[in-house]
């Protein structure tokens, strides 16, 4: 069974940091690019990062370019996201998900629980 599980979430004020992180299981992890998506109060949602299978490739929303970093760890099969810089509108509830690419984004995992992370202004 196919499974992720989000963590390290939580209440931040503006301008600070965060790392979140993702478990894998249930999959070759290696196969697939990794992506992290976020979901906020009443919008839909939307891809913030992807990375390759290979971690040779990322990519990232423009709202998020130049304060987010996505590192996978195949290993552990984990990958993370490291928030700087967050804004009040980086509140969300944000997940990851397992894609064949980052050029092809179609999740083929199913929906953790996601992690809450909260930016205070």
């Known amino acids: 069974q196919v499974q992720v599980v989000e963590s390290g979430g939580g209440l931040v004020q503006a301008g600070g940091y965060l790392r979140i992180s993702c478990t894998a299981s249930?999959?070759?992890?290696?196969?697939?690019?990794m992506n992290w998506f976020r979901q906020a109060p009443g919008k839909e949602r939307e891809g913030v990062s992807c990375i390759s299978w290979s971690g040779g490739r990322t990519d990232y929303a423009d709202s998020v370019k130049g304060r987010f970093t996505i590192s996978r760890d195949n290993a552990k099969k984990m990958v993370h996201l490291q928030m700087n810089s967050l804004k009040p509108e980086d509140t969300a509830m944000y997940y990851c998900?397992?894609?064949?690419?980052?050029?092809?984004?179609?999740?083929?995992?199913?929906w953790g629980q996601g992690t809450q992370v909260t930016v205070s202004s």
């Open positions: 249930g999959l070759t992890f290696a196969n697939y690019a």
């Open positions: 998900a397992a894609s064949g690419s980052c050029n092809d984004r179609t999740v083929l995992t199913t």
